[in-house]
Structures are given as C-alpha cells and as structure tokens.
C-alpha cells in the first residue's frame, strides 16, 4: 500500500511535534535552575563526598596495613638472617666469605636483595652483593648509611650501640623499595637489605581501582535515588502548578488531591482551602457586583417615568420663557432656567447610566451600516451646532462598515471633550493606518500606553507558548491597512500627566475641589466601550506642540475583524472601562 500525501505530512508533523516535546523535557530538565536536577546535583554532591570520603579512608588503612606487613615480615626476616648467616662469619671476612653469605641470604622467603660490607686481613673494605647488578651501595641513600653506621651511647634504655633502620624509596621507573640496614654489635659486616613492594603497590593499584568504581557505583545510585526523589517531590509541585494556573484562568473550582501527612499535603490542604476561600469571596463580589448593576439599571428604569413628565413640564416652560408672552414672573425666570438645564442635564445622565448598564451586562448590540467617515464627522459637527469650532481634514472615500449611531456618540464625546477643557480651534483628522509612514498624521503625539512587541498566548501540546510578533515586522502593514485612524486635537494646556492614565475612569475628577461639573463623567468611558465593542481603541497623549490628542482607531469593517459582530447580535465586549 501505497502512504497518502496528507498521511504522510500528518505523520511527519506529529513526528515534529514528539521531538518539540522531547526537546522541551529535557532542556526544561537540564536547566540550572530547575528543581529536579539541582537536587540530583546534591544528593550526588553528597553522595560522591561521601564516597570519595569513605574510599579513601579505606585506601589508607588498608595501604597501611599491607605495607606494614609486608615490612614488618621483611625486616624480621632479614634480622634473622644477619644474626644466623652474617653472624657466624670471622672478623675479617675476605670477599669470597661475603659473597657467598650474602647469597645465601638472598635465598630467604622474601626474596630480597643482600648487600654486606667488611674489612679483610689488610685493612681493605671488601663487599658481598647477591645481586650485583639490582642492588649496590649507590642505592642506598646516604641517610640511611650514615644512622646504619653511628653508633649510639649505651643508657639503661638503649643496650645496643648499633639498630636496625629502614626507609622506603622509590625507582627512577616508579617502582617502590624497601631498604633496610644493620651493623653487627661487637664486630662483623655491615648489612643492607633491598627488597621490591611491586607487588603490594599492585594490590593497592587494584584496591583503588575497586574503590573508584565502588565510588562511581556510588554516585550513579544516589544520582537514581535522587532522580526517584526528585519525582515524588516534584510531582505535587507539578499538580500545584498546574492547578494554580487553572486558577489564575478562572477556574477557582479547581482543587488538589490530598493523600498522606507530609508537607507537600499540607501545602495541598492550604491550596484548596486558598482556592475555597478565594471562591467564596470572588462569588460574593460578583454577587454584590450583580447587584449593584441591577440597581443601576432598575434605577434608571425607574427614573425614566419621573423624568419624562418633569421633561415635558420644563420643556413648555422653556416655551414660555422664550415667548417672553410676561406669564413667567420675572423674579423666578433665573430659576426656571436652572431647573430646565438640571433636568437636561438628569436625563443625560440618566440615559448615559442606562448605556453603562447594557455594556456591563454585555447586551449593547451593533447595527453595522456602511458609512463615509468624513459625511459622518460633518453630520456629528453640524448636528450639534460646531462647524466654526472644529477644523475638519478628512477625504471623503474612506469608507468603514460601523454603526453610525455608536460611531457619532464616540465623536461627539471626543469633540465635546475638546472643546470644554482644550478650547477650539479643534481639528479633526482622518487617515488610515499606514500613512505618513506610521500610521496617523504627523505631530500626533505621545501614545497613551508604550507600544511594542505583542505578545499572543495559545496553547501547544497542553503547554501555553508565548509568540511575540513586531508590529514592524512584513506582516504588519496588512493588518494596519484595514484600519481607520481618527484624531482629535485640541489646543489647550494639555493631559496633566498624574490624570492621564484615568481620562477614560467613570465619574473620574481631575480636580477634588471641582466636583461638579456639567458633564456626567461618563462620556469618556462610554466612549472607550463604543471603540471596544466595535474591535477598536482610544488613546489619549499630549502633543509635543501642546495640547491634548485623542486617537480612535477602528477596523474598516468590523464583520471582518470578528464575524461574530453581525446586526442585532449582542456585541463581545474587547475590555472594560479602564
């Protein structure tokens, strides 16, 4: 049979995916700063101390003790043989006798070396070698010569003028020597001795190399030993983590297994009874929050009758007042007036409480239409009387499919905004993004927040991976060509900078001293939620030339941007009110 294509690329992708898998095990195992294998690092480090150690302890003792041996036996022997074969020689030796003991020395058990040294009849220094050519005078070191032949006082504690000495030496080919030396007493040849400890430096060659592997044993079964410990440990830790996470995405159901009386459970015990707590107090916020809404919208429900007739009440009596018919007294006119602007002013905020309810309770719907962006920047100006006022540079031919309705709130929320607290002249720019270079016109100022790299969250294998894509990279002018930027530029004294981040808080004050003010304080944020429902965003700066600049970005067509934004379904909000 013959592999598909399409099976083919499947099988080559899960493939890719098996050693992306693979690869971020062990790079997140073989971290310096991952748990498991800083503690495979101690207990090796304290398994190879120990170890190391205890073998070379055992080294020591048991270097000590065969060399010991092999010397203590090696010596006896050759004391031995001094007093039994060197002893029975006559006081003056002549070089054959020297020989020949010196040979039959050498035939000991312990296969050493002879050397003696005599006087003959004539006074000449004559010497005995059992081995002439392993063993001559030359090699035993001078110290050693010069105890051998001092002889020392006679005291109640040393009955004897000459000892035995010994010392160990090593070859020019690293072989290890015993030497040992003694002197007749009362007359007789001077003997040395040369035995090799090859053989026992052998034993303890091999010693060291049974305790190095002993060692190496060692170090990989405590490094097995912390790696099973590393995963018990580690395994709540891992869970803890996991749930956690699913707690912080809002899952505060989430709890812990519990088994066993240790920390780690204690810790599982605390984490459920963190999350029960956190649960409970998150419901009642939601609850008190739910509740708060409710009144809201109930409040103004309410208000809405009330309002309705002191409406129309006011209204006539603004009739009256305009058609100076004289059936107002003059004295309470002041007062009319006030409490006809009041009333606009209640209901306004009544209608904008109402507008707050609905994007909270996320029923606020669009109704998209396609609109030219300058026709409904004129309309919004020249509805509300501000065509001396605000300076408009928009082309017409851009067109965006919005809701108008949503739209011209926005507008007239950014404008009205300008010409309170900035002053006129305004002006009003449109461009779509990309232009000038940078998407808006130039002298648009600081952004409100820093722009830069973004970072998109998703889910890869059960593991959430961070992309981070450049606004600069290729791919961005695509994206930005389906936006629409839309300026609103003021010239008064600008943002103070501690107010900038609040411009779009709900019933915030620049000012405690100013509490009340004609507005509602909610223009800003209704404003802000009409921009998010419809996939856009507003920014508010200060111009490097003075003043105050508020950007409204919105996408040309907003069924595009999210299919799910179609007429008369409820619209997803993008973010609260900041």
């Given at each position: 049979m013959t592999e598909e294509p399409g099976e083919r690329e499947r099988t080559v992708d899960r493939e890719a995916r098996g050693w992306a898998r693979a690869r971020r095990a062990v790079s997140a195992?073989?971290?310096?700063?991952?748990?498991?294998?800083?503690?495979?690092?101690?207990?090796?480090?304290?398994?190879?101390?120990?170890?190391?150690?205890?073998?070379?302890?055992?080294?020591?003792?048991?270097?000590?003790?065969?060399?010991?041996?092999?010397?203590?036996?090696?010596?006896?022997?050759?004391?031995?043989?001094?007093?039994?074969?060197?002893?029975?020689?006559?006081?003056?030796?002549?070089?054959?006798?020297?020989?020949?003991?010196?040979?039959?020395?050498?035939?000991?058990?312990?296969?050493?070396?002879?050397?003696?040294?005599?006087?003959?009849?004539?006074?000449?220094?004559?010497?005995?070698?059992?081995?002439?050519?392993?063993?001559?005078?030359?090699?035993?070191?001078?110290?050693?010569?010069?105890?051998?032949?001092?002889?020392?006082?006679?005291?109640?504690?040393?009955?004897?003028?000459?000892?035995?000495?010994?010392?160990?030496?090593?070859?020019?080919?690293?072989?290890?020597?015993?030497?040992?030396?003694?002197?007749?007493?009362?007359?007789?040849?001077?003997?040395?001795?040369?035995?090799?400890?090859?053989?026992?430096?052998?034993?303890?060659?091999?010693?060291?190399?049974?305790?190095?592997?002993?060692?190496?044993?060692?170090?990989?079964?405590?490094?097995?030993?912390?790696?099973?410990?590393?995963?018990?440990?580690?395994?709540?830790?891992?869970?803890?983590?996991?749930?956690?996470?699913?707690?912080?995405?809002?899952?505060?159901?989430?709890?812990?297994?519990?088994?066993?009386?240790?920390?780690?459970?204690?810790?599982?015990?605390?984490?459920?009874?963190?999350?029960?707590?956190?649960?409970?107090?998150?419901?009642?916020?939601?609850?008190?929050?739910?509740?708060?809404?409710?009144?809201?919208?109930?409040?103004?429900?309410?208000?809405?009758?009330?309002?309705?007739?002191?409406?129309?009440?006011?209204?006539?009596?603004?009739?009256?007042?305009?058609?100076?018919?004289?059936?107002?007294?003059?004295?309470?006119?002041?007062?009319?007036?006030l409490v006809v602007s009041e009333t606009r002013r209640l209901n306004d905020l009544v209608e904008n409480l109402m507008e707050v309810t609905r994007f909270d309770a996320g029923t606020a719907r669009l109704v998209l239409d396609d609109v030219d962006i300058a026709d409904q920047i004129t309309a919004c100006i020249d509805a509300r009387a501000w065509l001396d006022a605000v300076d408009l540079d928009a082309e017409r031919g851009i067109m965006a499919r919005v809701d108008p309705r949503r739209l011209d709130v926005i507008l007239a929320n950014l404008i009205g905004n300008a010409l309170k607290h900035g002053g006129s002249p305004v002006r009003v720019a449109v461009r779509t993004e990309g232009e000038d270079g940078a998407g808006g016109s130039a002298g648009a100022g600081k952004p409100a927040e820093a722009t830069g790299p973004a970072e998109v969250h998703h889910v890869v294998d059960g593991h959430d991976a961070v992309d981070v894509h450049d606004p600069d990279e290729s791919e961005g002018p695509e994206v930005r060509e389906g936006n629409v930027l839309i300026e609103v530029r003021d010239h008064g004294p600008g943002i103070p900078v501690d107010v900038l981040p609040h411009v779009f808080d709900r019933f915030y004050k620049a000012s405690a001293s100013r509490p009340r003010s004609e507005g509602s304080g909610l223009g800003l944020s209704i404003a802000l939620e009409n921009a998010h429902i419809h996939g856009g965003e507003i920014t508010a700066a200060n111009s490097d030339e003075g003043g105050a600049v508020f950007t409204l970005r919105l996408p040309r067509d907003v069924s595009e941007a999210d299919p799910a934004r179609t007429p008369g379904v409820p619209g997803e909000r993008q973010g609260g009110v900041r």
């Open positions: 195992t073989l971290r310096f700063t991952s748990l498991r294998l800083r503690l495979v690092l101690v207990f090796g480090l304290v398994a190879l101390t120990a170890a190391v150690a205890a073998s070379g302890i055992a080294y020591w003792l048991n270097r000590e003790a065969v060399l010991t041996r092999a010397q203590d036996a090696a010596l006896n022997d050759f004391q031995q043989e001094m007093r039994s074969r060197a002893g029975i020689l006559p006081g003056r030796p002549t070089q054959n006798q020297l020989q020949n003991t010196a040979g039959q020395m050498a035939t000991s058990s312990q296969r050493f070396s002879v050397l003696l040294m005599a006087e003959d009849a004539n006074g000449t220094t004559v010497v005995g070698n059992s081995d002439l050519e392993a063993f001559t005078l030359a090699d035993v070191p001078p110290s050693l010569r010069a105890a051998v032949n001092k002889q020392q006082p006679l005291t109640s504690t040393n009955r004897s003028p000459y000892h035995l000495y010994w010392q160990r030496i090593t070859a020019d080919d690293d072989t290890p020597y015993l030497v040992a030396g003694t002197r007749l007493i009362g007359g007789g040849p001077t003997g040395y001795m040369l035995k090799s400890l090859e053989p026992e430096a052998k034993d303890l060659n091999s010693l060291a190399w049974s305790l190095g592997i002993a060692t190496g044993l060692a170090l990989i079964g405590a490094a097995l030993l912390a790696q099973a410990a590393a995963t018990t440990v580690l395994k709540p830790v891992h869970r803890l983590g996991a749930a956690a996470k699913r707690l912080g995405e809002g899952k505060l159901d989430t709890r812990l297994r519990v088994s066993g009386t240790d920390e780690l459970a204690e810790l599982s015990r605390t984490f459920n009874q963190a999350a029960q707590a956190l649960e409970k107090r998150v419901a009642e916020m939601s609850a008190r929050d739910e509740s708060s809404r409710r009144f809201v919208a109930d409040m103004s429900h309410e208000l809405r009758t009330p309002l309705t007739a002191i409406t129309a009440v006011t209204e006539v009596l603004e009739e009256e007042l305009d058609a100076e018919t004289g059936s107002v007294d003059p004295m309470i006119e002041p007062a009319v007036r």
